[in-house]
T-cell receptor, first 115, second 108 residues
């Protein structure tokens, strides 16, 4: 089975801090994704990567950056954390496929609180 | 993004079949229909996906309408572990968009 591991289940940080969220997958998947999930807003894509050192903006990239130096690892960076970035952050991975024919496999999420 | 409509909640009894509907009338011709489910405090779990034909796997079956504007996820024999929020989402560009989903309650 695919295993997607997020470094922390719960994290509390302060406004203005630089925050790193780490994600590792063990199935040699080409694609990796970062989403945030908020009540009433559903799941929203922040960034995704289809290869090492490649990244593409999702729907809500403002205030975030990403890094993919190795195929198995995809990091989400909050450059200067703000309270409106308090959320559940979900990492996912998938095989590279044509169109939407590859399921995504999710980690258990990081619940991030910015005080 | 294609818009989906699902009932907010559904309830069923253990060991009975469950049919979860989803309307996706604006789906494009190349989008696959994916279903995921999410238990409290966990990440979403892939259930099944399909394009035009009905699909079966060990977890569920997916029935897709001929015009592809709706689909139904079928759990053949619900268990208590199937209680979750179920999301359907068209996916064509490797981006998932979850709406509010259907909260499924299973009664013992």
């Amino acid at each position: 089975d695919v295993k997607v591991t997020q470094s922390s289940r719960y994290l509390v940080k302060r406004t203005g801090e630089k925050v790193f969220l780490e994600c590792v997958q063990d199935m040699d998947h080409e694609n990796m994704f970062w989403y945030r999930q908020d009540p009433g807003l559903g799941l929203r894509l922040i960034y995704f990567s289809y290869d090492v050192k490649m990244k593409e903006k999702g729907d809500i990239p403002e205030g975030y950056s990403v890094s993919r130096e190795k195929k198995e690892r995809f990091s989400l960076i909050l450059e200067s954390a703000s309270t409106n970035q308090t959320s559940m952050y979900l990492c996912a991975s998938s095989l590279r496929g044509f169109g939407g024919n590859q399921p995504q496999h999710f980690g258990d999420g990081t619940r991030l609180s910015i005080l | 993004d294609a818009k989906t409509t699902q009932p907010n909640s559904m309830e069923s009894n253990e060991e009975e079949p469950v049919h979860l509907p989803c309307n996706h009338s604006t789906i494009s011709g190349t989008d696959y229909i994916h279903w995921y489910r999410q238990l409290p405090s966990q990440g979403p779990e892939y259930v099944i996906h399909g394009l035009t034909s009905n699909v079966n796997n060990r977890m569920a079956s997916l029935a897709i309408a001929e015009d592809r504007k709706s689909s139904t996820l079928i759990l053949h024999r619900a268990t208590l572990r199937d209680a979750a929020v179920y999301y359907c989402t068209p996916e064509g560009a490797q981006k998932l968009v979850f709406g509010q989903g259907t909260r499924l309650t299973i009664n013992p």
